[in-house]
């Protein structure tokens, strides 16, 4: 794809994350061997004993060929909201697609963390920076507390994936 090129997302498209209902999780998350630490807030939170009787934070899977492969599950709060505390030096990046927003992974142990939407985000949809962030990462990762739902209009997002 050239530079000049956007990808654009479907026209009646929902974004994958909710409105915020200003009750807030803060969560710690690290990789696989805890070279990559990093701490997230996120409206509204993901596990239902913090929600304060409001709604739950939805998770996201996500139907690209990257995050299939990877068992992504997927959160995105904003960019502002997360801290990584420990290992930049370890977290390396990965382009797939358009090559315009970097998958993070340890270089360590192969843990897929998060990815830059910088380039999505604010070049493509002029919107404040978001992250995805792989909840499987979570300190205390239990997806029988999660919500989950099937995200399903990537894989048909050019480029085409191909090997």
Not at 17 to 28: Q, V
Request: glycine share 6%.
């Amino acid at each position: 794809m050239s530079s000049d090129q956007h990808q654009q997302a479907p026209a009646a498209m929902d974004f994958p994350w909710p409105p915020s209902n200003g009750i807030y999780g803060t969560y710690d998350l690290h990789c696989h061997c805890g070279a990559i630490r990093y701490t997230m807030k996120i409206s509204p939170p993901l596990y239902e004993e913090h929600t304060q009787g409001k709604e739950q934070y939805v998770a996201d899977e996500c139907d690209c060929s990257h995050c299939e492969r990877q068992g992504y599950v997927s959160v995105h709060p904003l960019s502002k909201d997360v801290e990584f505390t420990q290992g930049l030096e370890d977290r390396m990046e990965y382009y797939c697609g358009a090559k315009n927003n970097p998958h993070w992974f340890c270089r360590k142990c192969g843990s897929v963390v998060g990815s830059d939407l910088t380039h999505l985000m604010t070049e493509v949809l002029g919107m404040e920076n978001r992250m995805t962030v792989n909840v499987r990462m979570l300190k205390d990762y239990d997806p029988d507390k999660l919500m989950t739902r099937k995200m399903k209009f990537m894989k048909n997002m050019p480029p085409k994936y191909e090997v």
